[in-house]
């Protein structure tokens, strides 16, 4: 147990669906991050958010879509995937100096069919 | 991008120690160096991190060299639980450096 949650832990939808993931962290912490990661591929960071304020995104492609309502609230919108999108979304933390550990979630299996 | 070269697999026996080396010889003076791992189809879990000086904890120890162009991490007893795929990763934030292929260490009964 990393302090971290995510939400849910499978999803299969299709292409023309919208749905949401969501991540939660109680640990105080106030960057939180998205990150992707395909079979057989390195994890791939998406977005950084800090103190809400999106910070950092990766050339996302834009059905990908972030909300940062809060320090321990994340989510990540999906809208019109492709099936090559299929992936484990993985959630992550660090805290306020920032030079120490990432906190990871479980992550969220997605299937795009 | 903050490159970092991992063997891509290694076998250890169980009770034994693993020593998993990395290569980052690019690194900048105030680059950290962070290692994770990552159980199958689980989330990266943390696992201990350095700037210049060895550290130690209750899972690892890491030995950076002198010239902090490689590192290496020491499981002491390893177990099965401990097979995995090892990350090594650098940069000023731990959320902001990168991860490349690991290491995929199989402990061997």
């Known amino acids: 147990e990393t302090g971290v949650t995510q939400t849910p832990r499978h999803l299969v939808m299709g292409m023309t669906n919208k749905k949401s993931l969501k991540c939660e962290q109680h640990?105080?912490?106030?960057?939180m991050y998205w990150y992707k990661q395909s079979a057989k591929k390195p994890l791939e960071l998406m977005f950084v958010?800090?103190?809400?304020?999106?910070?950092e995104n990766n050339s996302v492609p834009s059905r990908f879509s972030p909300e940062c309502p809060n320090s321990s609230h994340l989510f990540l919108h999906l809208h019109t995937l492709q099936p090559e999108d299929s992936a484990l979304y993985l959630c992550?933390?660090?805290?306020?100096?920032?030079?120490?550990?990432?906190?990871f979630g479980e992550g969220s299996r997605l299937t795009v069919l | 991008d903050a490159k970092t070269t991992q063997p891509p697999s290694m076998d250890c026996a169980e009770g034994r120690a693993a020593n998993l080396p990395c290569n980052h010889s690019?690194?900048?003076?105030?680059?950290?160096v962070y290692w994770y791992r990552q159980i199958h189809s689980q989330g990266p879990q943390y696992i201990i991190h350095?700037?210049?000086n060895n550290e130690t904890n209750e899972m690892a120890s890491l030995i950076i060299t002198e010239d902090r162009k490689s590192s290496t991490l020491i499981l002491p007893h390893a177990t099965l639980r401990d097979t995995a795929v090892y990350y090594c990763?650098?940069?000023?934030?731990?959320?902001?450096?990168?991860f490349g292929d690991g290491t995929t260490l199989t402990v061997k009964p």
């Open positions: 992550a933390s660090t805290g306020p100096a920032n030079t120490g550990e990432l906190f």
């Open positions: 990763t650098w940069g000023t934030n731990a959320g902001k450096s990168t």
């Open positions: 958010y800090n103190f809400k304020e999106q910070t």
């Open positions: 350095g700037l210049k």
């Open positions: 640990l105080g912490h106030n960057a």
């Open positions: 690019t690194i900048s003076g105030n680059e950290y």
